[in-house]
Nanobody, 115 residues
Framework: VQLVESGGGLVQPGGSLRLSCAAS????????MNWYHQAPGKERELVAV????????MYADSVKGRFTISRDNAKNTVYLQMNSLKPEDTAVYYC?????????WGQGTQVTVSS
């Protein structure tokens, strides 16, 4: 299983970014996918979840109405569209999946929201 995130960067408050996570090594369409973030000095937190078929999603209260998780099962990729970004969204963003009871994480992508 391999997960590779991309799309992070520096953005001003109120701006947008779209993160991508390319998956390989497992039957992507069969598994839920998650986005987490970890700010400096804080624990890793769940941001959003999308079911295997993509019809069901869940968001942390802090990002509801601003972030959208989606997936393209034909491309084995999950996305996180982040709008109206705030300085407190600054963190390393990770995608995660669980296959056969084992959690797999990507290497993370840094998102910095600052003027």
């Amino acid at each position: 299983v391999q997960l590779v995130e991309s799309g992070g960067g520096l953005v001003q408050p109120g701006g947008s970014l779209r993160l991508s996570c390319a998956a390989s090594g497992f039957r992507f369409s069969n598994y839920a996918m998650n986005w987490y973030h970890q700010a400096p000095g804080k624990e890793r937190e769940l941001v959003a979840v999308i079911a295997s078929a993509g019809g069901s999603t869940m968001y942390a209260d802090s990002v509801k109405g601003r972030f959208t998780i989606s997936r393209d099962n034909a491309k084995n990729t999950v996305y996180l569209q982040m709008n109206s970004l705030k300085p407190e969204d600054t963190a390393v963003y990770y995608c995660k999946t669980t296959v056969a009871g084992i959690n797999y994480w990507g290497q993370g992508t840094q998102v910095t929201v600052s003027s």
